[in-house]
């Protein structure tokens, strides 16, 4: 089956900013724009992500409904993202900056294999959910709470920042024995065209 096929974000202007969203070789975020013209909702990697799984083996878990970071002051629903007509991923719309979104293509927090939650940094709008993601510790807590009042506790394991040129993708989204969790952003300088040229991934694991 082939890979969908990701876009680059393309915000007016470029930003200091650090990330522009979240958590599956997609999390778009844009800088703030000059005009008020409406944001594309591109996803912040070039690279590819997995084929959204099968409706069966969503079935086995209630859906994840809200994502809390302690230690960098987040707190947020999560909405469901898939894939565009054009096969790149969803992001949240930039008048929902601050909601991530769960990528429904990986796996339910807290079953087996890699979920993503996707969130932008900033939007023409100004701060979004995942503005301070940079700010993130090893050992740091995340709390995902699905829509049947269960709360998944994760904790961070690592982060690293990588060019959407070389998007990990089969890493991060690829098959695995553990209950983990990815975040997703952007993250680094902006090119000629206003575009980050990184993403920040956060990688944490379902405690014991």
């Not at 999390?27 to 992500?49: H, K, L, M, N, V």
């Not at 997703?184 to 379902?206: K, M, R, W, Y």
Request: net charge positive; proline share 9%; glycine share 8%.
């Amino acid at each position: 089956m082939s890979r969908p096929r990701h876009r680059t974000a393309r915000p007016a202007r470029a930003l200091t900013a650090a990330v522009c969203l979240v958590l599956a070789a997609v999390a778009g975020c844009s800088a703030p724009q000059r005009t008020a013209a409406p944001d594309p909702a591109p996803p912040a990697s070039t690279a590819s992500a997995p084929a959204p799984a099968s409706p069966d083996r969503r079935r086995t878990a209630a859906e994840p409904v809200q994502v809390a970071i302690p230690s960098i002051g987040v707190r947020s629903a999560l909405m469901r993202l898939g894939l565009q007509p054009d096969g790149t991923v969803e992001v949240p719309p930039a008048e929902k900056g601050m909601t991530a979104g769960w990528y429904t293509g990986a796996a339910v927090p807290g079953e087996l294999g890699a979920a993503v939650i996707i969130g932008h940094n900033e939007t023409r709008f100004g701060r979004a959910v995942f503005h301070d993601l940079r700010d993130i510790r090893r050992g740091a807590d995340i709390t995902v709470r699905d829509a049947a009042g269960t709360a998944h506790r994760f904790t961070v394991t690592a982060t690293e920042t990588v060019s959407k040129k070389a998007f990990p993708t089969e890493r991060v989204y690829g098959a695995t024995d553990d209950r983990v969790l990815r975040l997703i952003t952007c993250d680094g300088a902006f090119d000629d065209e206003g575009h980050p040229v990184d993403n920040l991934i956060v990688h944490a694991a379902l405690r014991p």
